[in-house]
């Protein structure tokens, strides 16, 4: 694995100060040897491990300080650079420095879908699109009813059909209940008109054994 930056990765060629003649990449993590050559820090100690001397210039390294180039780090990371995802469609270039931020937020960055059980590989981007027809799609309902949903109960499943229903139902006896008090009054009105037509009877045959009274 080489040490140093790709170089198809940056937008333009970089200037060949910026190359690691070990791994012929862009330098990552530049370190000055005491012989002034200039490698990627890893480039160089896994050099040195087999021998200690410089890659350039043949000369002795042995017991050579490796000073890290905060400056030409800087400079290295203000070279502009494009996305990993190039292949999937992303277009954006940025400084090599906001490489991480931008992998952060790609969207086309390649994804495994959330979903317990499924093994498909997505874009970020088309993340939604998957979800609509992701066969292990799985999420309780939103109403709150305790239900979990799943492609294939969501359709049948409609939390405000199913209260509408209940609504309905609960009128239906209400409905029944106002009919059956409606038929009591209808009957009570039956048995008090008889019983008044009864007493007007009564009534009037009391005022005729009065008449009967006083002409006699
Ligand atoms: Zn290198
Ligand atoms: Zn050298
Ligand atoms: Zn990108
Ligand atoms: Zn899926
Ligand atoms: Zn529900």
């Not at 070279?79 to 969207?107: D, M, W, Y």
């Not at 008109?193 to 009564?202: A, C, D, G, S």
């Amino acid at each position: 694995q080489s040490g140093g930056y790709d170089i198809d990765l940056f937008v333009e060629t970089p200037d060949q100060d910026f190359i690691c003649t070990v791994c012929h990449g862009v330098l990552k993590y530049p370190v000055m040897m005491s012989c002034s050559h200039i490698f990627c820090k890893k480039c160089i100690l896994q050099w040195l491990k087999r021998q200690e001397t410089c890659p350039c210039c043949r000369k002795d390294l042995k017991g050579s300080t490796l000073v890290l180039m905060h400056k030409l780090i800087k400079m290295i990371g203000r070279l502009k650079i494009k996305c990993k995802n190039e292949v999937h469609g992303c277009s954006v270039t940025f400084p090599l420095a906001q490489r991480e931020e931008h992998v952060a937020s790609c969207q086309f960055e390649m994804t495994k879908c959330p979903n317990e059980g499924c093994t498909a590989d997505v874009l970020l981007k088309d993340l939604d699109a998957h979800n609509q027809s992701c066969q292990h799609w799985k999420q309780p309902c939103r109403m709150g009813c305790g239900t979990v949903l799943t492609r294939s109960n969501l359709d049948e499943h409609n939390c405000y059909q199913e209260l509408k229903k209940e609504m309905n139902a609960e009128k239906e006896t209400y409905r029944t209940t106002v009919a059956k008090l409606r038929r009591k009054i209808d009957k009570m009105q039956v048995v008090t008109m008889k019983i008044r037509r009864q007493l007007n009877l009564i009534c009037d045959s009391l005022d005729m054994l009065d008449d009967k009274e006083s002409s006699s």
